[in-house]
């Protein structure tokens, strides 16, 4: 009903940079809040960064400065251009989303299938 499709990762060199994205699509009457999140091998997940319909961006503090995160509501599309990429970057992003479907009556959150991101030394 609901599909978040992420792209965008690989692997890249201590420095450089990757640009994600993440469009929703199906019977989505609103997205309300959306966002990126991480996960380390043995780690727990962890924001990455998020956004809202209206634009307030919050970020955690170990991408302050090196990731920007941004949206295009019109696509239903979700970014995340990091920069200055480090060796602890690599895990992987998941997008999420919290969605309105037509017919339904409360947001509720869905997560894309995850994207690996490797930043080699």
């Known amino acids: 009903q609901v599909q978040l499709v992420e792209s965008g990762g690989g692997l890249v060199q201590a420095g450089g940079s990757l640009r994600l994205s993440c469009a ?11 966002g990126w999140y991480r996960q380390a091998p043995g780690k727990q997940r962890e924001l990455v960064a998020s956004i809202t319909s209206g ?16 949206r295009d509501n019109a696509k239903k599309t ?12 690599t895990a992987v992003y998941y997008c ?21 991101v490797t930043v080699s030394s």
Request: charged share 15%.
């Open 78 to 89: 979700v970014y995340l251009q990091m920069n200055s990429l480090k060796p602890e970057d």
């Open 96 to 116: 999420n989303a919290e969605i309105l479907v037509y017919g339904g009556h409360v947001y509720s959150p869905y997560w894309g299938q995850g994207t690996q």
């Open 24 to 34: 929703a699509s199906g019977s989505i009457f609103s997205i309300r809040a959306m």
């Open 55 to 70: 634009g307030t961006i919050d970020y955690a503090d170990f991408v302050k400065g090196r990731f920007t995160i941004s």
